[in-house]
T-cell receptor, first 111, second 111 residues
Framework: QEKVQQSPESLIVPEGAMSSLNCTFS?????SIWWYQQHPGKGPEALI?????GNKKEGRLTVYLNRASLHVSLHIRDSQPSDSAVYLC???????????FGDGTQLVVKP | ETAVFQTPNYHVTQVGNEVSFNCKQT?????MYWYKQDSKKLLKIMFS???????VNETVPRRFSPQSSDKAHLNLRIKSVEPEDSAVYLC??????????FGEGSRLIVV
């Protein structure tokens, strides 16, 4: 069983600020890591994924993966009120069709 | 645009009744899942089907049973619901265990 923990539990930032979310996982053999966004009353939607150590940038999103420290972070540049949602970190295991989720970070971006 | 369709969106029932949730995906994916999401947004995998074969069956109560007629459909039946079954049930699909695509969820309230 993969253990995925996210921090902080909730985050409030002003519009235009950088939002930083953290996730730790329990097994360095984990295959890929995803970040999902979930708005109220909707299903989670994949935002960005990373497999290799280092960083990956897509638009306003940057994700950093450090397998040695079992840590991945998501940074949202120029945060907008529409970014307000729950962000879920998900980790998959090699040769295993299971994807494990963290318990989420509630992001609120205030205008 | 939604490509994983769940019905019903919302269901209220009494303890001891039977409930069924339906899920269909139009993405041509080979794997479908059922996740349970509690009030704290924690997602726990319940079942996973790959090409109609059950490949993951987490320890869920026996009153839960998945049913798949083909790789595009995965239903969930709950016999004799209990109060702790109140949650949002999320259906998802993926191609070879990669990015998950979720439906909007089926909220169950057991009174």
């Amino acid at each position: 069983q993969e253990k995925v923990q996210q921090s902080p539990e909730s985050l409030i930032v002003p519009e235009g600020a950088m939002s930083s979310l953290n996730c730790t996982f329990s097994n360095s053999a984990s295959q890929s890591i995803w970040w999902y966004q979930q708005h109220p009353g909707k299903g989670p939607e994949a935002l960005i994924s990373i497999f290799s150590n280092g960083n990956k940038k897509e638009g306003r999103l940057t994700v950093y993966l450090n397998r040695a420290s079992l840590h991945v972070s998501l940074h949202i540049r120029d945060s907008q009120p529409s970014d307000s949602a729950v962000y879920l970190c998900a980790v998959s295991r090699y040769s295993n069709n299971r994807i494990f989720f963290g318990d989420g970070t509630q992001l609120v971006v205030k205008p | 645009e939604t490509a994983v369709f769940q019905t019903p969106n919302y269901h209220v029932t009494q303890v001891g009744n039977e409930v069924s949730f339906n899920c269909k995906q139009t993405l041509g994916h080979d794997t479908m899942y059922w996740y349970k999401q509690d009030s704290k947004k924690l997602l726990k995998i319940m079942f996973s089907y790959n090409n109609k074969q059950l490949i993951v069956n987490e320890t869920v109560p026996r009153r839960f049973s998945p049913q798949s007629s083909d790789k595009a459909h995965l239903n969930l039946r709950i016999k004799s619901v209990e109060p702790e079954d109140s949650a949002v049930y999320l259906c998802a699909s993926s191609l070879q265990g990669n990015t998950l695509y979720f439906g909007e969820g089926s909220r169950l309230i057991v009174v």
